[in-house]
């Protein structure tokens, strides 16, 4: 008799407090924990796509010096069409017999041959005296990130810029484009970092 009012009680006390779920929502850390995985990821996965199809589709290679002190780099493909271009401004620094790379703009292209994907990379310029020891391994770092989106008539609707920095808030800069007799207009909205590879 102990046994089945044991028993009994137990089930009697699982179905009760069963019917009381627990708290499904989610802290506002681990969501923003989540959303900048995600976003990482994203990045990773769009990145290698351009990459895999920079490495898949290259035919020819050709270097254009606009001036002493800046480079253009074209990345064909077999049908003659512009796949990436790498620009590549110089600059004379006073420490620095050679000049440094400056602003170097990586820019992606689609089967149009409109840039979708953009890169701002700042270089960095390192002092001739230093030791072989003390070689820097970074030659430059990413400031700003630029998605081109188009309608079916290869006109430009959306673009989106998210500049990489330390402080301040982390913010995409999302400009919509809409024209009107040949005008176009411009309208920019301040969306969250997560929304650029939406």
């Given at each position: 008799m102990k046994t089945l009012l044991l028993i009994s009680s137990f089930l009697f006390g699982q179905v009760v407090f069963g019917?009381?779920?627990?708290?499904?929502?989610?802290?506002?850390?681990?969501?923003?924990?989540?959303?900048s995985e995600l976003w990482q990821r994203s990045e990773t996965i769009n990145r290698m796509k351009y990459a895999y199809r920079?490495?898949?589709?290259?035919?020819?290679?050709?270097?254009?010096?606009?001036?002493?002190?800046?480079?253009?780099?074209?990345?064909?493909?077999?049908?003659?069409?512009?796949?990436?271009q790498e620009s590549i401004n110089l600059r004379k620094v006073s420490f620095?017999?050679?000049?440094?790379?400056?602003?170097?703009?990586?820019?992606?292209?689609?089967?149009?041959?409109?840039?979708?994907?953009?890169?701002?990379?700042?270089?960095?310029?390192?002092?001739?005296?230093?030791?072989?020891?003390d070689v820097k391994y970074f030659d430059s770092k990413l400031r700003k990130i630029e998605r081109v989106i188009y309608d079916k008539a290869g006109q430009k609707t959306k673009r989106l810029t998210y500049e990489y920095q330390s402080y301040g808030r982390q913010a995409v800069y999302q400009f919509t484009y809409s024209y009107d007799n040949g005008m176009e207009k411009q309208t920019m909205k301040i969306m969250d970092k997560y929304s650029f590879w939406d």
């Amino acid at each position: 008799m102990k046994t089945l009012l044991l028993i009994s009680s137990f089930l009697f006390g699982q179905v009760v407090f069963g019917q009381y779920s627990k708290d499904t929502t989610i802290s506002k850390w681990t969501l923003d924990s989540l959303r900048s995985e995600l976003w990482q990821r994203s990045e990773t996965i769009n990145r290698m796509k351009y990459a895999y199809r920079l490495k898949g589709s290259i035919n020819k290679v050709d270097t254009i010096f606009i001036r002493q002190d800046s480079m253009v780099i074209n990345h064909w493909t077999k049908e003659n069409k512009l796949l990436y271009q790498e620009s590549i401004n110089l600059r004379k620094v006073s420490f620095k017999q050679d000049y440094c790379k400056g602003l170097i703009v990586k820019r992606f292209f689609n089967d149009e041959q409109r840039p979708v994907f953009i890169e701002y990379w700042d270089g960095l310029c390192y002092d001739e005296t230093e030791k072989e020891e003390d070689v820097k391994y970074f030659d430059s770092k990413l400031r700003k990130i630029e998605r081109v989106i188009y309608d079916k008539a290869g006109q430009k609707t959306k673009r989106l810029t998210y500049e990489y920095q330390s402080y301040g808030r982390q913010a995409v800069y999302q400009f919509t484009y809409s024209y009107d007799n040949g005008m176009e207009k411009q309208t920019m909205k301040i969306m969250d970092k997560y929304s650029f590879w939406d």
